[in-house]
Nanobody
Framework: QVQLEESGGGSVQAGGSLTLSCEAS??????????MAWFRQAPGKEREAVAG???????RYADFVRGRFTISQDNAKDSLYLQMTSLNTEDTAMYYC???????????????????WGQGTQLTVSS
C-alpha cells in the first residue's frame, strides 16, 4: 500500500523560505517510469501543479514558480522535497505530494499522471 506523508508546512512571512518534505512508503521513488510532484490548492481554487520530478529528466515547474522553488529527491530516504524561497501571500495553500507509477515525462504537471496522494500540509504566508 502506497502512502505519502507530507510535513514541513507552517506560517512564514512574505519573503521567507520553507522546505516541505514528503516521505513515501510502499512506493519506489527510484522507479524508472514513476514520477512525483507537488501540487497545491488554495481555498476556493482548483488544485494546481507546482513542480514535477521524473527519474532521469529535468524537473518541471509551474510558471508561477519563476525560479523560487526547487523540487528534489533523496532516494536513500524515499523522500521528496520542495524548497521554497521568496514566498508571497499567493503561495498560501495546502500543499500535496503526489506519485505516479507510469508517467509521461512530458506531462509531469498534469494531475492525471498521479495515482497516489498525501493528505497535505498547510502553508500560510503573511504580509
Amino acid at each position: 500500500q502506497v502512502q505519502l506523508e507530507e510535513s514541513g508546512g507552517g506560517s512564514v512571512q512574505a519573503g521567507g523560505s520553507l522546505t516541505l518534505s514528503c516521505e513515501a512508503s510502499g512506493y519506489n521513488i527510484r522507479s524508472g517510469s514513476g514520477c512525483m510532484a507537488w501540487f497545491r490548492q488554495a481555498p476556493g481554487k482548483e488544485r494546481e501543479a507546482v513542480a514535477g520530478s521524473y527519474y532521469d529528466r529535468s524537473p518541471r515547474y509551474a510558471d508561477f514558480v519563476r525560479g523560487r522553488f526547487t523540487i528534489s529527491q533523496d532516494n536513500a530516504k524515499d523522500s521528496l522535497y520542495l524548497q521554497m524561497t521568496s514566498l508571497n501571500t499567493e503561495d498560501t495553500a495546502m500543499y500535496y505530494c503526489a506519485a505516479g507509477k507510469y508517467c509521461n515525462s512530458d506531462w509531469l504537471l498534469r494531475r492525471t499522471e498521479y495515482t497516489y496522494w498525501g493528505q497535505g500540509t498547510q502553508l500560510t504566508v503573511s504580509s
